[in-house]
T-cell receptor, first 113, second 112 residues
Framework: DGGITQSPKYLFRKEGQNVTLSCEQN?????MYWYRQDPGQGLRLIYY???????QKGDIAEGYSVSREKKESFPLTVTSAQKNPTAFYLC????????????FGSGTRLTVV | GEDVEQSLFLSVREGDSSVINCTYT??????LYWYKQEPGAGLQLLTY?????DMKQDQRLTVLLNKKDKHLSLRIADTQTGDSAIYFC????????????FGKGTRLSVIA
């Protein structure tokens, strides 16, 4: 079955460490997105990529980095420069145009300990 | 810039209808979406409507679009406890491949 997989589901990080969240899709979608969700804040866009080897900053890119070396994969690194990284992170993918909207992964909850 | 507004909370009794409202600002919106998020999960696409439509019905879900007032609503008939979740409204604008703009979500609580 086609879908989008995020791993791990729960992640704990010590302060000062970088950590990478995985996002893989087998939907043959061109575009992929990373969102951060905090209680009462809705979804905030971190980075997005519309084609391989290209990506754009979203509204809250500071302290995060991404790569898009393969169409299927869009990993997100939360760096030590991100001051408040504890949150729920959601990855999504979509065809380039049309009515289909986004397909979301099941999320990764990151906790800084 | 684009903005999508939703009320944050809604509480209804089981068996009643729920109406979740959304307003948006970009008149070039092409598609508007409703997503459902259950606790600890990702967002699930419930339905969408093209901007030249006024209404779309899908089983218990009815979407109404008032393009003049830039108002979108989602009606859930015969609301069940399993409908308790956060509902997000989102718009796709006509501005090339810009990302969807999401509202902050409405938390629906269904009281048995």
């Amino acid at each position: 079955d086609g879908g989008i997989t995020q791993s791990p589901k729960y992640l704990f990080r010590k302060e000062g460490q970088n950590v990478t969240l995985s996002c893989e899709q087998n939907l043959n979608h061109d575009a992929m997105y990373w969102y951060r969700q905090d209680p009462g804040q809705g979804l905030r866009l971190i980075y997005y990529s519309q084609i391989v080897n290209d990506f754009q900053k979203g509204d809250i890119a500071e302290g995060y980095s991404v790569s898009r070396e393969k169409k299927e994969s869009f990993p997100l690194t939360v760096t030590s420069a991100q001051k408040n990284p504890t949150a729920f992170y959601l990855c999504a993918s979509s065809p380039p145009r049309g009515q289909w909207g986004y397909t979301f992964g099941s999320g990764t909850r990151l906790t800084v300990v | 810039g684009e903005d999508v507004e939703q009320s944050l909370f809604l509480s209804v009794r089981e068996g009643d209808s729920s109406v979740i409202n959304c307003t948006y600002t970009d008149s070039s919106s092409t598609y508007l979406y409703w997503y459902k998020q259950e606790p600890g999960a990702g967002l699930q696409l419930l339905t969408y409507i093209f901007s030249n439509m006024d209404m779309k019905q899908d089983q218990r879900l009815t979407v109404l679009l008032n393009k003049k007032d830039k108002h979108l609503s989602l009606r859930i008939a015969d609301t069940q406890t399993g409908d308790s979740a956060i509902y997000f409204c989102a718009e796709r604008t006509n501005s090339g491949n810009t990302p969807l703009v999401f509202g902050k979500g409405t938390r629906l609580s269904v009281i048995a």
